[in-house]
């Protein structure tokens, strides 16, 4: 299965890096060329700087289609280079309101003929589980992977995934659909390809998150945000330093603006690296 690939990354590189590769014109460093190909070359050159050094990448299909039809055309080959350079590829799918526009989702990102290369994907899925039913049969068959929108990092999450829902919060009745269709779908490492994702500000739901659910695998977002940090985001790795990632865009892809004297791409490695010292303080990986 992709999670217990993505679990051999990890404990090789001792990273628990997920590197979101989604930038705005804004943040773009400068360059020669339009912001389409200034963003493919910085891409391509922080994915050969990092190869090695980190196990996984992530790109939001909504963002790049948000740019236009040129950078809806590059997604496929960043994905297809990512694949080929040695990273874990994770896609964010977007949103379904219905099971046929679901597997319609499902069948272009996962199915044999998709021109993306990615491992697995992040799926919205708070219109209901008939939108993750669509999915399974590509983790069962295709051994891709999916996380599921549990518990956003944005300011506004608790809003809506705090509230309670009977005995349970929000979120967790997400978590609790996907713990139900994790049973098959288990790995050699204990951790199902159904995963969850979590907030790195958020620690009480981590907490409950990893002891709730130890065979989901998590996905912690939200480090580069306030109230993000290595110690909440080491709160979702078990003992052996398993079953989890965190993802980190910005502090990375940005730190330019911070660096004086240094490339972008040396100052996004020399984040990367830090990230990965910062973590090591909490985690051991085995």
């Known amino acids: 299965m992709s999670i217990d690939a993505l679990q051999e990354k990890i404990r090789k590189r001792k990273s628990g890096l997920l590197l979101d590769l989604t930038l705005f014109p804004r943040e773009l460093p400068e360059g020669e060329g339009d912001e389409e190909s200034r963003y493919a070359a910085f891409c391509r050159s922080l994915l ?42 994770l896609l964010d799918a977007p949103e379904a309101d219905s099971p046929e526009l679901a597997a319609f989702g499902a069948e272009s990102l996962l199915g044999p003929g998709s021109p993306y290369a990615c491992d697995g994907v992040v799926l919205p899925m708070y219109a209901g589980n008939d939108v993750l039913q669509q999915y399974l049969p590509y983790c069962k068959k295709g051994k891709k992977d999916v996380f599921a929108l549990c518990r956003t990092a944005n300011k506004s999450a608790s809003e809506l995934q705090d509230l309670l829902s009977g005995s349970r919060l929000a979120h967790m009745a997400i978590a609790d659909q996907v713990s139900r269709c994790a049973a098959p779908l288990m790995g050699k490492y204990g951790y199902a390809c159904l995963g969850l994702t979590a907030a790195a500000g958020q620690s009480s739901s981590i907490k409950t998150l990893r ?23 080491s709160l979702a790795f078990d003992k052996l330093g398993r079953g989890a990632v965190y993802c980190s865009g910005r502090a990375v892809t940005c730190a330019w603006r911070q660096a004086e004297g240094v490339s972008a791409v040396d100052a996004a490695v020399a984040e990367a690296e830090r990230q990965k010292n910062a973590l090591q303080r909490y985690v051991t990986f085995l």
């Open 48 to 89: 050969a700087e990092l190869k090695g050094a980190i196990p996984a990448v992530r790109f939001r299909l909504s963002v790049f289609a948000l740019w236009g039809p040129g950078m809806l055309g590059l997604l496929p080959e960043l994905t297809k280079e990512a694949a080929s350079l040695g990273y874990y590829v």
């Open 211 to 233: 002891a709730k659910y130890p065979g989901l695998f998590l996905l912690v977002d939200g480090v580069d945000l306030p109230g993000g940090n290595m110690k909440n985001v």
